[in-house]
Antibody, heavy 121, light 108 residues
Framework: QVQLVESGGGVVQPGRSLRLSCAASGFTFSSYDMHWVRQAPGKGLEWVAVISYDRGKKYYADSVKGRFTISRDNSKNTLYLQMNSLRAEDTAVYYC??????????????WGQGTLVTVSS | EIVLTQSPGTLSLSPGERATLSCRASQIVSSSYLAWYQQRPGQAPRLLIYGASSRATGIPDRFSGSGSGTDFTLTISRLEPEDFAVYYCQQYGSSLWTFGQGTKVEIK
């Protein structure tokens, strides 16, 4: 079955950087677009970024554009999120999510358990 | 950017009752691009419905989705104890994905 396992979260000071990873298994990772979605404490879901299966396309939410970079290594079945210039409002649980099997319908059919990023001095 | 507004914010119902959750979009959304998720406390979201009305694998048939254009609905025909959770709608448009703010279904 599909398994997505995030890692790399922790406490970081404002202005510093952090890199999240998401190890994927149970499906052909190189065939699917992958996303990061975050959830601030007690708040709703916010889409962060997407990378196409072949790394050819990357899109970002306005709130992170220019500060965050999504990438992937298909040989390692791993998704990454490089987060620079972190702000207090970036504090959230970060989920990686796999796009659904129906191509071009743009939904998330599998989610990891999330990794908590806390930005605080 | 398309904004999704969910109502009500909280729905207080008893087990066995019917739940009707609304998701309204600020612009027309293709039905193919509308999904619903359930999130229980401390857990990751779980896909319920995609393409506005297609149930995801393993989702009980008491969950159904409907709607088109700017108005979409998630219906839970008879609430089971495990259905008390937060529900989110989500849409795609112009290389952006957005979620509604969520509806909490709580035990009355």
């Amino acid at each position: 079955q599909v398994q997505l396992v995030e890692s790399g979260g922790g406490v970081v000071q404002p202005g510093r950087s952090l890199r999240l990873s998401c190890a994927a298994s149970g499906f052909t990772f190189s065939s699917y677009d992958m996303h990061w979605v975050r959830q601030a404490p007690g708040k709703g879901l916010e889409w962060v970024a997407v990378i196409s299966y072949d790394r050819g396309k990357k899109y970002y939410a306005d709130s992170v554009k220019g500060r965050f970079t999504i990438s992937r290594d298909n040989s390692k079945n791993t998704l990454y999120l490089q987060m620079n210039s972190l702000r207090a409002e970036d504090t959230a649980v970060y989920y990686c999510a796999k796009e659904g099997d129906v191509s071009g319908w743009y939904y998330f059919d599998s989610w990891g358990q999330g990794t908590l990023v806390t930005v605080s001095s | 950017e398309i904004v999704l507004t969910q109502s009500p914010g909280t729905l207080s119902l008893s087990p066995g009752e019917r739940a009707t959750l609304s998701c309204r979009a600020s612009q027309i959304v293709s039905s193919s691009y509308l999904a619903w998720y359930q999130q229980r406390p401390g857990q990751a979201p779980r896909l319920l419905i995609y393409g506005a009305s297609s149930r995801a694998t393993g989702i009980p048939d008491r969950f159904s989705g409907s709607g088109s254009g700017t108005d979409f609905t998630l219906t839970i025909s008879r609430l089971e104890p495990e259905d008390f959770a937060v529900y989110y709608c989500q849409q795609y448009g112009s290389s952006l994905w957005t979620f509604g703010q969520g509806t909490k279904v709580e035990i009355k």
